[in-house]
C-alpha cells in the first residue's frame, strides 16, 4: 500500500509523523499512517484513560467484551505490525522547528525527536502542545489554578489546526469518552495526514484522498488490472492546470498505480491473511482457556464419529 517518497516539507525530518499517545486513538492513527509508508513513531508513556476502566465491554468485535490489558496489546501490535516504531517516552514539550517546517518534540528522558507532523492522542489538557500553538488555542477552567487546556474545538473535523503539521485526535469533545469513538477519531485524523502528504508529494486534490482497503482479485473487472486503464483514468482526473512537471507526473501516476494494483488479493492471499489473524489472536489467549477449548472441540468430535 506504500506510496513513501520525502516531498520537501519532510525533509531533514527524523519522522514523517510522530503521534503523542498509544491509546485506541493514538494506535488506530498511526495503522493508516505507517500502513501508507509514512515513518511513523508512536510515543506513549503517560496515563492511560483506558487504563483506568476495569474491562471494556461496548468495543465492536468483542461480544463478551475484553481485558484492558488485552486489548491495549492488540492495539500496540496492530500498530507495530502496521509499521509504526512504539517508544515508551513521555512527551513534555511539542514546539515548531526554528530552521525550516516541522516540529521538535521534547521528552521527559531529554530526547529531541523531529518530525514532519504532529498527531496529539492524549486524552488530558494538552498543555505540551503549548510553544507550538498560539494562545487562543487554550482555554482556562475554572477552579484550576489558571492552568488552562486545549479548546475541543480548536482542531476542525479532521484534526487539523491553524498550524500547519499539527493535527489533533484527542483531547476532542466528541472522542474523549468512549474507546471505540476514539478509535475512529484517530482513523479519522490519520487518513487526513495522509491526504496532505500526498497532496504535498503532488497529487492533486480529485486524486489525494486515500482509502485503505483491499478487494478480492476475483471480483476486479478484467480491463482494471491493466495499466493503460489506470493511466487513462488517472489522466481524465489530473486537472491541466495542476502544477508539475511531466516527470513528476508520470512518477506519481505509476506510484498511484502500483498502489491500487497492490489493493487487489487473491483468494489464496485473503485465506493465508484470515489464518494469520486468527493465530495471532491466538498468542493473546489465556493458554489454559485455549487448551480448555481445545479439549471441548476434541470431545465434540469424537461424540459426533460414535454417533456416525
Known amino acids: 500500500m506504500s506510496d513513501h517518497d520525502l516531498s520537501h516539507s ?15 486513538a493514538g494506535c488506530s492513527a498511526g495503522v493508516f499512517t505507517a500502513r501508507y509508508g509514512l515513518d511513523t513513531l508512536v510515543l506513549d508513556r503517560g496515563r492511560s484513560s483506558l487504563g483506568q476502566c476495569a474491562v471494556v465491554e461496548n468495543y465492536p468485535g468483542f461480544p463478551d467484551g475484553i481485558g484492558v490489558e488485552t486489548l491495549s496489546t492488540l492495539l500496540e501490535d496492530h500498530a507495530a505490525e502496521a509499521g509504526c516504531e512504539i517508544t515508551p517516552e513521555l512527551v513534555e514539550r511539542v514546539d515548531r522547528r526554528p530552521d525550516g517546517p516541522g516540529f521538535l518534540v521534547e521528552t521527559a528522558t531529554g530526547t529531541t525527536h523531529t518530525a514532519a507532523r504532529i498527531i496529539a492522542a492524549t486524552r488530558y489538557g494538552g498543555e505540551y502542545l503549548r510553544p507550538a500553538l498560539e494562545d487562543d488555542a487554550f482555554e482556562t477552567l475554572d477552579g484550576n489554578d489558571g492552568r488552562g487546556r486545549l479548546d475541543r474545538s480548536y482542531p476542525d473535523r479532521d484534526g487539523a489546526t491553524p498550524v500547519e503539521g499539527l493535527y489533533v485526535a484527542s483531547p476532542s469533545k466528541a472522542a474523549d469518552r468512549q474507546a471505540i469513538v476514539a478509535a475512529g477519531r484517530g482513523a479519522r485524523v490519520g487518513i487526513a495526514v495522509v491526504e496532505a502528504a500526498r497532496r504535498d508529494r503532488g497529487y492533486p486534490p480529485a486524486l489525494a484522498a486515500s482509502y485503505d482497503w483491499v478487494r478480492p482479485e476475483e ?5 482494471w488490472g491493466e495499466r493503460e486503464t489506470w493511466r487513462a483514468s488517472i489522466a481524465e482526473r ?8 511531466r516527470r513528476r507526473y508520470v512518477e506519481l501516476r505509476e506510484r498511484e498505480i502500483d498502489r491500487r494494483l497492490a489493493a487487489y488479493r487473491s483468494a489464496e492471499e485473503i485465506e493465508s491473511t484470515a489464518q494469520r489473524g486468527q493465530r495471532r489472536l491466538l498468542d493473546r489467549l489465556d493458554e489454559d482457556l485455549v487448551l480448555e477449548r481445545a479439549a471441548e472441540i476434541a470431545a465434540d ?8
Open 10 to 24: 519532510e525533509e531533514g525530518a527524523e519522522h514523517d509523523v510522530v503521534v503523542v499517545g498509544g491509546g485506541p
Open 219 to 223: 471480483g476486479r473487472a478484467e480491463e
Open 238 to 245: 489530473w486537472p491541466d492546470d495542476h502544477t508539475v512537471d
Open 301 to 308: 468430535r469424537d461424540a459426533v464419529e460414535v454417533s456416525t
